[in-house]
């Protein structure tokens, strides 16, 4: 498969993604990026277009641990944020990834603490 044509799947995955959620102020969206070397993920109000928390696995990289485990990690840590601040239920966004793997790690901790996605 070409690069070109990988990438533009890629971009229709993300959109048709996209169009379907939306984060308010009390349900945020949980937006969750991938690279091969890291994770980020950031909770976002798009009434007012604000980035409420961000998190990435860079916090976490220090500890000898999983990619998988330091997502798990992220995920605890968004969640743990989000309920300090009286946020209970976000959206998840899985952009243009499969719902497997490290993606499936950040939603599954922030499901461990308490954060209803």
Known sequence: ?????????????????????TGSADQP?????RS????????????????LFA????EFSKNAKTKTEQSKL??????EKALAKGIKKAVFNKGPYRYHGRVK????GARAKGLVL
């Not at 998190?55 to 860079?58: E, I, L, R, Y």
């Open 105 to 108: 790690a950040v939603a599954d």
């Open 29 to 33: 969206r949980l937006s969750v990026f």
């Open 1 to 21: 498969m070409k690069t070109v044509h990988k990438n533009i799947l890629r971009e229709r995955r993300k959109k048709r993604n996209r169009a379907r959620i």
């Open 55 to 58: 998190g990435s696995t860079k």
């Open 36 to 51: 091969n070397r890291y994770i980020t993920a950031q909770l976002i109000d798009d009434t007012q277009h604000k980035t």
């Open 74 to 79: 992220l995920g605890e840590s968004l969640a």
